[in-house]
T-cell receptor, first 117, second 116 residues
Framework: AQSVAQPEDQVNVAEGNPLTVKCTYS??????LFWYVQYPNRGLQFLLK??????LVKGSYGFEAEFNKSQTSFHLKKPSALVSDSALYFC???????????????FGTGTRLLVSP | ETGVTQTPRHLVMGMTNKKSLKCEQH?????MYWYKQSAKKPLELMFV???????ENNSVPSRFSPECPNSSHLFLHLHTLQPEDSALYLC???????????????FGPGTRLTVL
């Protein structure tokens, strides 16, 4: 089965500094990877996804993610953090439901990002 | 978040009550999902419906009963719940494609359920 791991429960960064939220994956075949963000009392919002092609994927709100096959990583990045970026971030990978071929997403445990003023 | 709406946003119920959660998607998608989000746990996929047929049950207790009357609406009927069922219940939708398509799922704001 496909899986992702988010090794950090929380990441702290000062406003204006670059941020990185880490994600590593374990898949058979080509990985299809996603990042979602969850603000307090809200659902998950799609940020970006990697399917194939360019290893640097650009997404919403100035976020980008770098796919690294040799390190099996898909870290989320932003050059300059904002206080409003403080939220819970989830990495996910596409998998298939057994015996159906139907796609599903497998999520990591989430990383809380705190951006201080 | 107007693409996928969920009602109610908050629900408090006793263990003997019967209630229902509602989800509606306005994106023209053909698949809908229920997830359970508990503190310190990964999102748990509960049910998947594709073209109004249940694809995955995922070993959810029978006190949770889904219903998908059409491709835009999804319900989760609740009865005789336990306190450990308290969680945020998230609905999502996607446009499924056969073959090599990759479905981006779009989520609603969730229903915060508290079981007393």
């Amino acid at each position: 089965a496909q899986s992702v791991a988010q090794p950090e429960d929380q990441v702290n960064v000062a406003e204006g500094n670059p941020l990185t939220v880490k994600c590593t994956y374990s898949v058979s075949g080509n990985p299809y990877l996603f990042w979602y963000v969850q603000y307090p009392n809200r659902g998950l919002q799609f940020l970006l996804k990697y399917i194939t092609g360019d290893n640097l994927v650009k997404g919403s709100y100035g976020f980008e993610a770098e796919f690294n096959k040799s390190q099996t990583s898909f870290h989320l990045k932003k050059p300059s953090a904002l206080v409003s970026d403080s939220a819970l971030y989830f990495c996910a990978v596409r998998d298939y439901l057994a015996n159906t071929g139907f796609q599903k997403l497998v999520f990591g445990t989430g990383t809380r990002l705190l951006v201080s003023p | 978040e107007t693409g996928v709406t969920q009602t109610p946003r908050h629900l408090v119920m006793g263990m003997t009550n019967k209630k229902s959660l509602k989800c509606e998607q306005h994106l023209g998608h053909n698949a809908m999902y229920w997830y359970k989000q508990s503190a310190k746990k990964p999102l748990e996929l509960m049910f998947v419906y594709s073209l109004e047929e249940r694809v995955e049950n995922n070993s959810v207790p029978s006190r949770f009963s889904p219903e998908c009357p059409n491709s835009s609406h999804l319900f989760l009927h609740l009865h005789t719940l336990q306190p450990e069922d308290s969680a945020l219940y998230l609905c999502a939708s996607s446009q499924t494609t056969s073959g090599g398509g990759t479905d981006t799922q779009y989520f609603g704001p969730g229903t915060r359920l508290t079981v007393l």
